[in-house]
Structure formats: structure tokens, C-alpha cells
């Protein structure tokens, strides 16, 4: 499929949106592309969460939020987590689930691309590996299920989903090109504020960013 022409990239319309990557799993620290596969949370991903959930709680205040989470087994994890101080059960949305990585789930970026870790790669040509995978979703696929559901939300609401998906968002709330999304970072611990286009990330107090 061809990559969108320009006349595609104005920024998708949404409400109020609060944007959260899962914390640090288990395929993080093996430096295993996840994809649709999965793995638990390790004890820095469930501080991760709860950062999350301490910064939710502020952004919220009095605004009625409603919350959806990818259905694969991190991010509802991560959800449980970070959710919990607002008393909001998310809803599953398929459509915020990870980008699939094909063939090459499971395998680690060493067997892949012969880079022991991720932080030996620029985050533009790791996230390539996700979009060239062989047999996977690619780009495009994603990104028009993305703005599927982007355009389908009706008030404020709380996303839980993954690293690619979460770029994918933010590039079509902010209007970006697919090489200008590859280049967004890939930070757990945090939440993106998106409103009218406009992007803040939040940090909590202690956690600092986890490796991919």
C-alpha cells in the first residue's frame, strides 16, 4: 500500500485525549520485538503504572473520562494499575492494539538486525523493523484503524495501548508525516496530553525512562 499523500495528514480531530504507553515488560528486558505476542510486567513496569496512575489522577481532576485499553495482556495490566485511583474499569479496543510484527514476534533485535540491545538503533529505524516486518501489519493498516477510532470517540477519553500504536496516534493528532512519527519517542511512565493538536508529556517525580 502507498504511504498517505499530504492531503491525508491534517490533524485528526478528537476530544481531550490522555495517552499512555504500557510499563516495562519482561520481552522489554530481553530486547524481544512483543508485537501481538505478550509478557508480564516486570516490577519496574508495575512503578511505571502506578507513575501513570499518580499523574492520571491530577490531569483528570473533575472531568468525566472515559477509558479504553488494547486487548493484549500488557496493556490491561498496565491499566489495572493505572486506573485504579480514578475507579474507571476501561473498555477492550481492539483497535489500539499493537502493530504486528509477523514473523519476527518473539525473536530478540540480536537475531534480527545483530544489535545486542535496542538502545544500539536509533528509535526511527527500530520502529521500521515493526512496519517492514515480514508477514506483519505495516504502516498503513495501522494507521487507518487508528484514525477509525480516533474518529469515532465522543467525550474525553484515557488510551492504554503500545509503542507503535501510540505514535501512530499521536502523529495523526498532531497532523505528522510516517518518517516524523518514526522519530517520536518511546518513553513508559508517562502520559501524553493531547488536546486540539497540541501535545504535552507529563513525567512523574522518580521514574525515569525504561528501555524498549
Excluded at 507513575?51 to 491530577?58: C, M, S
Excluded at 498503513?140 to 505514535?167: E, K, M, Y
Aim: charged share 20%; glycine share 8%.
Amino acid at each position: 500500500m502507498s504511504p498517505p499523500k499530504p492531503s491525508d495528514l491534517a490533524p485528526v480531530q478528537a476530544p481531550r485525549l490522555l495517552l499512555l504507553r504500557h510499563g516495562e515488560t519482561r520481552w522489554n528486558r530481553e530486547h524481544r520485538l512483543q508485537g501481538r505476542q505478550n509478557s508480564e510486567l516486570t516490577p519496574r513496569g508495575r512503578l511505571h503504572a502506578a507513575a501513570q496512575g499518580a499523574i492520571l489522577k491530577d490531569l483528570v481532576g473533575t472531568t468525566r473520562f472515559q477509558a479504553v485499553t488494547s486487548p493484549l495482556g500488557r496493556a490491561r495490566q498496565t491499566a489495572g494499575i493505572a486506573l485504579a485511583p480514578l475507579g474507571l474499569t476501561p473498555a477492550i479496543e481492539p483497535r489500539v492494539q499493537e502493530i504486528s510484527a509477523g514473523t519476527w514476534e518473539g525473536k530478540t533485535y540480536a537475531e534480527v538486525t545483530g544489535h545486542e540491545t535496542a538502545s544500539e538503533l536509533p528509535t526511527a529505524d527500530l520502529m521500521r523493523l515493526f512496519l517492514n516486518a515480514p508477514e506483519g501489519e505495516g504502516y498503513t493498516n495501522l494507521r487507518t484503524r487508528c484514525r477509525d477510532f480516533l474518529t469515532s470517540l465522543q467525550g474525553p477519553t484515557i488510551v492504554v495501548t503500545h509503542w507503535i500504536a501510540l505514535a501512530t496516534l499521536r502523529g495523526l493528532l498532531r497532523g505528522l508525516s510516517q518518517e516524523q512519527v518514526c522519530q517520536l519517542d518511546r518513553q513508559q511512565g508517562v502520559v501524553f496530553e493531547i488536546k486540539e493538536g497540541v501535545e504535552q508529556c507529563h513525567h512523574p517525580a522518580a521514574i525515569g525512562t525504561a528501555a524498549l
